[in-house]
Structure formats: C-alpha cells, structure tokens
C-alpha cells in the first residue's frame, strides 16, 4: 500500500459524487504504489464505503466506463491465487495519470515497475482523464411545490360542492376569515357546570400483573408419582441427600426435580415407603446385584451415595484394602459409554464389577474364618 494512490482518489480523481470517492479509495487503499492490484469484494466496499452492494457495483461499472478503472492486464498476485476459485474477485487497475506524479517519483516508480515485471508508466499508457460529467439532477427540480392545504381532488366519498359561506382556499399569509371570530358564550357550557375549579378525576391505575408462583418441590414430586405429603417430603429430603453424584451441590432442588425421570421418582418413592431394599435386590441375597442397583444413579458413570445411615457407617468401619475392594473393586463403575456401544460396553463393565464383588466376598470369609 502507497500514500499517492490514496491522495490521488481523495483529491484529485474525476468523481462524481462522494459514494464513488469513498468506493475508489476503498479499493486503491489495497492495491500497490502504481495503483495496480486492486481487488476487493463486493461484500468488503459496501462495508467500507458504507454504500449498498448495487451502489457499489453501479458505481464501480460507471467508473470503468469512464476510465478510471480498468480488469488488470499484468499477472494477478500471489494472494489473489490463494483465494479459493468462488471467492476471487476481479483484479483492478486503478487509471492515475503519469502527470499526477512529478518527474522523480515517477521515475521511482517505474523502477519498482520494472523489479515486478510491468512496463513502465508513461503519459501514453497513462494519459489524463476527463473530468467528471455533472451530477445528475432530480427531475422535480424547479418545479413548484404544492401548497399545503385542501386540495382541488375530493377524495373518496367527499363530493366537491361546498357552502357559499364555507371555508376558501387562501394563500399563505394573513386572511379574513368568513365567519366572525366565536365570542364567549352567555352560559356556562356543559363542561363547567360543576365545580370548575376541581382537577379531574386520576385515571384508575391499572393493576400489576400476579405473579405466578413457582412449586415448592414436594408439590413436583406430588404432582408425578402417587405420594402423600409425607412421602413427598421424604423424597425430596432422599433426594438432597443423594447430591449431583458429583462434588457439585443441588443449586435448585426444584430444577432438578422437575428434570427427573419420571421412573427416577418412581424408584425414590419405592426407596421411602420400603428403604430396607433400596437397590431392588437385598444385599444379603445378592451383593453384586445390591451394589449395582445404587450406582446406576441419574447421572451414568456416577455411583449414587448410600440409602441409609446404618450402610454409611458400615461403610465407614471397613478397612481401606476392603473398601476399596468392596465399592471399586477390579474395574470403574458401571458408566456412561459411547454411542453404538451401550449394551457391550454396560455388560462388560458389570460383569468385571461382579467379578470384583465376588474376590472381595471371599476375601471377607477367608478373613472371618483366619484362613
């Protein structure tokens, strides 16, 4: 980029008005010294130029009409061929007369010309452009505006007779009017009668809108299962102490609530009305069954803390070898696996948690046995 094309659109190219001035210099702002290069789509001089996309087309093929711009005969820039093939947009000369130069810079000029290849400038390649024609005027100029008042054309449903004694079409100005100026009435009009001095009556306020109120979550957990008062606020109560599955609070207990499953809820109220069997299965009966149960929580690849009090302290008193044992044992948790492989996936990872559960239960008996 060069000063001299820029200086040269801003104040001495032929333009018409100033939409083609800031069109013009928008696009020799990114060509080269010598007013060659100049490329720039569509899209970037209407945001530069502030002008529509068909002002800036009409405007840039009036230009070239008239000389001022012209399609690139030298070899096209590197950064143009880099560009892919629907987005390249035409390369412009931009016509700056040999004259606008003085006789050192243009010799400069030719000189960096030669380097890239081109031919050098002279006042035969480049000669002097015409001036601008005149702005186009608008057609209405010179015509009389129309007055301001009735006018002659009825409209629809008015007829064009008026009264002898009616209104008359007066120019601007003072005028007599027909009818005498309305002097003050002898009686009191039907508005002061009354208390004329009184301000009016204030306008009735209209009432603020109610707002709704949002339900508590016991009234949520009422509304899906068939729970009593109680139950529902056991439910939420067992809820808030289950958490998020992870070290994230509960931020809203209705929110959260709300986005259960209804089976969710479901197996919440079967848990509070019959917690001995909270996993659906007994640990005595089946452990690896008992454990899978709690850790299939809302949230997959999360284990769901303990129903009750009694399990966290039994949880509590065992060693850390077995508690490891016990709650991790040889693999993750049953989780949360991709998509196209849940049911594998699932099947594996519960049957190495049996796995585990099964060594951690012989490793318990043999411990109890001293063998």
Known sequence: MSVYPIIWAIEHAPVIDAEERAILAALVTKGDFDGCNCYRSFASLTRVACVDRRT???KVKAMTDRGLLRDQLD???ESWHRL???KRPVVREAMIPASFWSATQLGEINEAREARGRAPITPFTRPELREA???KTRKDKGTKKSERG???TPGDGVTSSHPAEGLQDTSRGD??????PMGPSDGPSSSSVGAPDEPPAPAAERPAPKKTKKPSPEQIVMERPDATDD????VV???EQQGTGTPEPIRSLTRWIEGRDDRDLARDLAHVRAPESPAGSLYERDPGAYWKGVNKGYRGGTRAPLPSREEYDALAALPQDRLAAVVMGDAPPPGRAPQGSVGRRQRESDDLFDRAMERALQREAAMETGD
């Open 84 to 86: 892919p093939a629907d």
């Open 175 to 180: 005028s007599e009017s027909p009818n005498p």
């Open 56 to 58: 800036a087309m009409r």
């Open 237 to 239: 109560d067992y809820i």
């Open 133 to 135: 024609p005149p702005k």
């Open 75 to 77: 070899p096209k820039p």
């Open 150 to 152: 009735d006018t002659e």
């Open 231 to 234: 139950e529902a606020k056991a």
